[in-house]
Nanobody, 119 residues
Framework: QVQLQESGPDLVKPSQTLSLTCTVSGGSIATYDYYWAWIRQPPGKGREWIGYITNGGNTYYSPALKSRTSISKDNAKNTVYLQMNNLKPEDTAVYYC???????????WGQGTQVTVSS
């Protein structure tokens, strides 16, 4: 079972760019057949899927966030990244890294990182 650890800033100003890191251990993001995803949960709301990247580097995004979101990975560092531009107060949420096996029911969650967008 892979382990995931998110890291990044906890406070970002509106219009700035958010950059989060998901460090993966217990498995290779280059070879494990997983969807390496980012999901967020705003306060008082349900979880919202942001997008994912495959081990082959293909990316898929929520249509609502696609225009200002980018997910990438560094196989050598076994790390997945989230970049979100032009942040708004409604982007305030707990952001989670999630690994979802393509071939079976295995999945793993990071503990989440709180991001607040405020001036």
């Amino acid at each position: 079972q892979v382990q995931l650890q998110e890291s990044g800033p906890d406070l970002v100003k509106p219009s700035q760019t958010l950059s989060l890191t998901c460090t993966v251990s217990g498995g290779s993001i280059a070879t494990y057949d997983y969807y390496w995803a980012w999901i967020r949960q705003p306060p008082g709301k349900g979880r919202e899927w942001i997008g994912y990247i495959t081990n082959g580097g293909n990316t898929y995004y929520s249509p609502a966030l696609k225009s200002r979101t980018s997910i990438s990975k560094d196989n050598a560092k076994n790390t997945v990244y989230l970049q979100m531009n032009n942040l708004k107060p409604e982007d305030t949420a707990v952001y989670y890294c999630h690994a979802d096996s393509v071939t079976d029911s295995r999945d793993s969650w990071g503990q989440g990182t709180q991001v607040t967008v405020s001036s």
